[in-house]
Nanobody, 120 residues
Framework: VQLQAYGGGLVQARGSLRLSCAAS????????MSWFRQSPGKEREFVAA????????LYADSLKGRFTISRDNAKNTVYLQMNSLRPEDTAVYYCAQGPLSITIGSYNYWGQGTHVTVSS
């Protein structure tokens, strides 16, 4: 399984950005997908997860209402819509494939990360 995350960049505070993660190999529609992020000097943290069907989503409490995870199984792609961005959202965002979980250790496959920088 290979995961390719893209869509990061520089955005002003209160702006929006949509990240994408394209999967190849394996059976995309059979697995949950998640997003994590890692800010400089901090540990990687859970952002959001979505079940194989899209019927169940999980979010970090601090991000509920601003971030939305979705997926398109026909395109083997998972998305993260980020609205009302804040400077503290600056991080490298990683997609991951595995069981529906908020725990980093649950995931076997990771994308390379895409950088998001939010300027104040």
């Amino acid at each position: 399984v290979q995961l390719q995350a893209y869509g990061g960049g520089l955005v002003q505070a209160r702006g929006s950005l949509r990240l994408s993660c394209a999967a190849s190999g394996g059976t995309f529609s059979a697995y949950s997908m998640s997003w994590f992020r890692q800010s400089p000097g901090k540990e990687r943290e859970f952002v959001a997860a979505i079940s194989w069907s899209g019927g169940t989503t999980l979010y970090a409490d601090s991000l509920k209402g601003r971030f939305t995870i979705s997926r398109d199984n026909a395109k083997n792609t998972v998305y993260l819509q980020m609205n009302s961005l804040r400077p503290e959202d600056t991080a490298v965002y990683y997609c991951a494939q595995g069981p529906l979980s908020i725990t980093i250790g649950s995931y076997n496959y990771w994308g390379q990360g895409t950088h998001v920088t939010v300027s104040s």
